[in-house]
């Protein structure tokens, strides 16, 4: 029986102005790891210029310079430049994101159980949050 030390791993393009993100995005994100919800694997920074060229920060190598000190991912790196350039195409000039990898805590213990029961995960697909809850208002709105 294999023992799963990982689940699945979500990347995720949060933006914001300017070149260092907001304390606040990260109070959030932390709060989500503490409760257990989430493990954070791995954190990038990343700038398009107003002229368009990109920067790429690990976090790990920023010296505290985005005020992110103690903010430590599990496996620093899984994030690669590759990614990084590809998920900076979806910044527009003179905005930051930061790459945010997550592993959903649910999803190693669901593949880990399947897995024991002799089930495998074949495919999973997500549906962001903004269509559910528009798909919910239309069928709330279809029950009235």
């Not at 029986?1 to 791993?9: E, I, L, Q, S, V």
């Not at 979806?90 to 897995?115: C, D, H, K, M, N």
């Amino acid at each position: 029986m294999n023992d799963f030390r990982f689940g699945p791993a979500e990347f995720y393009l949060v933006g914001f102005e300017g070149e260092r993100p907001d304390p606040a995005t990260f109070r959030a994100l932390a709060d989500l790891v503490d409760s257990g919800v989430v493990r954070l694997l791995d954190v990038v920074i990343v700038t398009r210029s107003e002229s368009g060229e990109v920067q790429i920060v690990e976090l790990e190598s920023d010296g505290g310079v985005l005020g992110l000190v103690g903010f430590e991912p599990i496996a620093a790196g899984l994030a690669g430049e590759e990614d990084a350039e590809a998920l900076a195409g979806a910044l527009a000039p003179g905005r930051s994101a930061a790459i945010v990898v997550l592993e959903l805590a649910f999803a190693r213990v669901l593949a880990q159980r399947l897995a024991e029961a002799g089930g495998e995960v074949l495919r999973s697909e997500r549906v962001p949050a903004p269509v559910v809850n528009a798909m919910m208002d239309i069928l709330d709105q279809e029950g009235e």
